[in-house]
């Protein structure tokens, strides 16, 4: 499946502090450059010279870091797509704020919009946050993305 920038233009990316927020970055500045309107969601920045690098990257085209108080409660009305890039292959645990928050609201878009067919398209970078690497969603609690997509 293909979202093209014409018809999915508003595209919210979902950072984490580590290599998988960092690919989210790196993805929101191509994405940019293909077209999409860009915003990134990046609450817990993580201080690592690598990372500030392709922040500037991502601030020098004019594409918005958000804050909490930016986000509507209704992701679906301000965005076409969210990318999931909060954690990735090396995450254990349960999920601390505010990306315990953070990973119910797509869960709960789609399942209020599934419906209605009004919900973002949702994609996860190398693995759904809140899934174990391993045995998938043992909870239950992990977002469940329309596309999975993997960064070498």
Not at 42 to 65: G, M, T
Request: with cysteine; net charge negative.
């Amino acid at each position: 499946m293909v979202y093209r920038s014409t018809e999915y233009n508003r595209v919210l990316t979902i950072c984490g502090p580590g290599n998988n927020g960092s690919d989210g970055r790196v993805a929101a500045r191509h994405l940019h450059h293909f077209g999409y309107k860009l915003s990134v969601y990046y609450p817990k920045r993580a201080p690592k010279p690598l990372y500030d690098v392709v922040i500037l990257w991502l601030e020098s085209p004019c594409v918005p870091f958000l804050s909490v108080e930016d986000l509507s409660m209704d992701l679906s009305n301000d965005f076409d797509i969210l990318v999931d890039a909060m954690f990735g292959f090396s995450f254990r645990g349960t999920p601390r704020p505010p990306f315990d928050v953070l990973i119910q609201r797509p869960i709960s878009i789609q399942n209020h919009h599934r419906m209605h067919q009004e919900s973002p398209i949702v994609v996860s970078i190398d693995i759904p946050s809140g899934w174990h690497v391993e045995e998938g969603d043992i909870n239950g609690e992990g977002i469940k993305p329309d596309m999975l997509v993997y960064i070498l």
